[in-house]
């Protein structure tokens, strides 16, 4: 019985080892490096910029399976 308890404890532990959605720095430096290049103009609300970065948001959140805003 304590061997039962031990593997299945190992099992759990080792299932629990990293985090599903690890943010990796590589990942965020590019999306910062892509938001802040020309091609977002500014990013100022209202304006095409900022309607670009909030079509390149929502497909990065919809990529990682977020629910999309209901605003």
Avoid: V, W
């Avoid at 965020?28 to 020309?38: F, G, N, Q, R, V």
């Amino acid at each position: 019985m304590k061997l039962l308890f031990l593997i299945l404890i190992s099992l759990f532990i080792q299932g629990c080892d990293q985090p599903a959605n690890e943010i990796k720095e590589a990942n965020l430096h590019k999306h910062i490096k892509i938001l802040a290049s020309d091609e977002f103009e500014g990013r100022s609300p209202g304006s095409q910029g900022g309607e670009k970065t909030k079509l390149y948001l929502k497909n990065e959140f919809q990529k990682m399976g977020l629910p999309p805003n209901k605003r």
